[in-house]
């Protein structure tokens, strides 16, 4: 998840002409049939000349153990020419439990760094500038408590919230299908994704407010068809029930991004990206009525495929992340991260994450693919790839509408029991030999398992986490208490009717609350997720 801001990209920002390393001169991109680059319905790329211009952003995932040790390596990327931050956050925090909790225990600050209050993220980003750097946080649940945080921090370090840039994921739709820490049931988690976009779209004018994301879908073991399908029906979700509110939908819909997979299938991964912004495009005219390119452009994030690491021979996973990166840049990526070759064991070392972001940095600066808009188009190859996943996108959208359109098919687990097909599927093959991966069912080496500069979490720093947030509370004075106490006390108030959400929520924030206590009185009134029990 990124920061995907449209940005201007036109001829006129980079008149040099691009020329090969033999002196042959390049088009700005290849002259082929009737689309081209920046023009509807996109499938070319949303801007004429896209990286001539300006490069894709170049965005490394990190969070783990404390705030301190987050801020380091935030720090340290920054140094080594990341151009902006995107947090992970603790199993506990993605919920909305204090780290104090009985239900955290194990798992604080294990794949992300725990955030229980304003001060938390106050030492997150220490020493950074919050007005000059772009932030992206990948949160879903509680995805508007971290946003309020964001907000009062900034307000408590002087800067305007209007010039704060980043990207929320605040996609709960993709949690119900496929990662799960939803902590509400479906109606509310629904209300406080449009709690947070209404908001953005009055307060933070640069902020993403969401990132419907199919890279977890593509994680969870869906097909790139899949993949796609369900992301752009989420979305569709999102719209129908801010226009059942009666938002601007016109407006929310500029300030939609999308999250996507690179999986290994190199050809397939360009076609479906080309294709997405294709699909996009048309919905947003012809179902939506708007008119506004703005809208119209499909702005993504893409990650690297996680689940096609192996720890067998795990210094492969360095060609497996550089070529599906790859993959990415040609599909016309707006930002990347790309993961570490250790991360199929632990967290990445620095060493590690310097090499994925090298990868970026060597894509961009030495293969020249990124002279030219849409090498790849005009290729009959991905043009026929293209067009088909189009069209397969299009008939499972059409699969979803007869069920009831996406809301219900979530709740009634339909498109779940579609991915666990597709994955179930997608293992048969490897056990079988089918399909290749090489070091696990083909190609194998005699290599004992090598765990050799892993990165461990030290297992100490939970618990100072644990004492650190008890001593924070049991700190609190007379006069902060009882702060805290009306706030939570509006914040159950509001839950209760109808109003936004999110200024209570940075209220209490403001104030002194921590995640797990505003979480935990939404939970009063919301209830909480069961799912099949």
């Known amino acids: 998840m990124s920061d995907t801001s449209t940005h201007s990209n036109s001829k006129s920002e980079d008149s040099t002409l691009r020329k090969t390393p033999s002196g042959i001169p390049l088009p700005s991109y290849p002259e082929t049939g009737a689309e081209i680059p920046g023009a509807y319905p996109y499938t070319r790329g949303i801007h004429e000349t896209m990286y001539q211009g300006r490069l894709w952003t170049m965005r490394q995932y990190s969070g783990f153990g404390s705030t301190k ?135 933070l004018p640069k902020f993403n407010s969401i990132s419907i994301s199919g890279y977890h879908i ?19 979700a999102y719209l129908e029930s801010a226009k059942a509110r009666n938002l601007p939908i016109d407006a929310l819909a500029r300030r939609i991004s999308f999250f996507f997979n690179s999986q290994m299938n190199f050809i397939e991964e360009i076609a479906k990206f080309r294709a997405a912004r294709r699909i996009w495009a048309k919905i947003i005219k012809e179902r939506f009525q708007i008119d506004d390119e703005r809208s119209s452009k499909l702005r993504f994030h893409t990650q690297t495929a996680g689940a096609a690491l192996t720890y067998q021979e795990k210094e492969n996973n360095i060609v497996r992340v550089a070529i599906q990166a790859l993959a990415a840049v040609l599909g016309g990526t707006q930002s990347l991260h790309t993961n570490s070759f250790d991360e199929a064991l632990a967290l990445p070392t620095e060493h590690s994450a310097k090499i994925a972001l090298r990868t970026q940095q060597i894509i961009a600066h030495e293969t020249g693919v990124a002279d030219v808009a849409d090498p790849l188009g005009g290729s009959p190859l991905i043009e026929e790839l293209t067009d088909t996943i189009e069209a397969k996108v299009n008939e499972t959208l059409k699969e979803i509408e007869k069920l009831g359109g996406p809301l219900k098919a979530v709740e009634e687990g339909t498109i779940q029991r579609w991915i666990e097909n597709s ?45 650190k947030i008890q001593n924070r509370k049991k700190q609190r004075s007379d006069e902060q208490l009882q702060s805290i106490e009306a706030s939570l006390k509006s914040l159950r108030e509001a839950a209760q009717g109808s109003d936004n959400l999110l200024p209570y929520l940075i209220e209490a924030a403001e104030a002194g609350a921590s995640i797990g206590e505003m979480m935990g009185t939404m939970a009063q009134v919301f209830g909480e997720y069961q799912g099949d029990l």
Do not use: C, W
């Not at 969870?220 to 989420?234: D, K, L």
């Not at 069912?441 to 050799?452: A, L, P």
């Open 69 to 203: 040790e987050t801020n380091q390596r935030f720090r340290y990327l920054l140094e080594q020419g990341q151009m902006g931050l995107s947090v992970a956050f603790d199993l506990p925090t993605q919920i909305g439990y204090d780290s104090d909790a009985p239900e955290a225990l194990g798992e604080v600050g294990k794949v992300g760094v725990p955030i229980s209050t304003l001060e938390d993220m106050d030492e997150l980003f220490d020493g950074i500038d919050l007005s000059e750097v772009s932030v992206s946080m990948t949160i879903n649940s509680s995805a508007s408590i971290l946003l309020a945080f964001f907000v009062a921090l900034a307000k408590k370090r002087g800067i305007d919230p209007k010039v704060l840039r980043g990207t929320l994921q605040n996609d709960i739709l993709k949690e119900f299908i496929a990662r799960h820490t939803q902590r509400f049931p479906l109606e509310p988690s629904m209300r406080l994704v449009i709690d947070v976009l209404e908001y953005s779209n009055l307060s």
């Open 423 to 467: 994955s179930y599927h997608f293992q048969q093959q490897i056990e079988k030999g089918e399909r290749v991966v090489v070091s696990v069912n083909k190609f194998k080496s005699d290599e004992t398992f090598d765990d050799e500069g892993v990165f461990v979490v030290d297992p100490e720093l939970e618990n100072e986490r644990i004492q």
């Open 218 to 236: 593509r994680e969870s073991g869906s097909t790139a068809i899949e993949e796609v399908a369900f992301t752009i029906s989420n979305a569709i």
